[in-house]
């Protein structure tokens, strides 16, 4: 089973025959009321007062999931929309997002356009450039002003990777001149960088040393540790306890992930 996260639609793609697709289909047509049956698709609309089924849904297809480029955070934040149950049988194959940057010679402003929504790349570019992020009414299109070196480094990393969590992407550049983009900054900025890159380091209990497989193993370790739901029978400064520390180790991550290219 495939899991993406659409504009409209949480989409779970099953093969008929695969061992998820009966308990699947059992729990919603007996938890569900604002069900839809068409050919090879079942949907699940919304409807507030089943948000607590919904939710359950989603944590057990979420463990029983093939694809590792959807994050479990994104998809409850995302509770509202409708779920899309396809029978997909035939290999799943990803998409490919061509991204579009266009540097805009005035100033240190790249116009960003994806071809199609994807939440988890939006998602991705939001949290990297969360200072210097604009977005237009088409959230398929924002804008990046690099402001500081910071921004920079990672807008050098992250156009040379052909994924981005997970998902296949295609970059293509017009105008783009690293020369031509600058900060005033820019010792503050890369000390301020480095001191941040330290503090991952710290946070995700790892060293340069460590390897790639060992920094993804600790870094999930860590995460099923704070994970809120953990200790959501209990208060409510525990939990915000939890939440807070669950950001920050995936902060810490996000960091070390485009500094090392993992």
Known sequence: MYITLERKAIVFRIKSDSNTFSPIMHFVKN???????????????????????KRYLLKWAYK????????FKDLINNLYLPIHIVNADHKYVEKTIQITLTHLNTNNEIHIKCNEYNHTIINTFTKLFKN??????DNRIFRINIKTKYDLAILKSIIYRKKISGISVLFITHNLNFSKLHSDDILSEEKMYEQKLIKSYKILGITEKNTNKEIKNNYRKMLRKYHPDKVSFRDDETVKLYTKRFQVIQEAYSLVQEHLKI
């Open 64 to 71: 029983n999931k093939k694809n590792n480029s959807i994050n």
């Open 31 to 53: 938890s569900f009321k604002n069900v839809k049956y068409l050919p090879n698709l079942t949907v699940v609309s919304e409807d507030e007062s089943e948000l607590i089924r």
């Open 132 to 137: 210097s992020i604009t977005f237009t009414s």
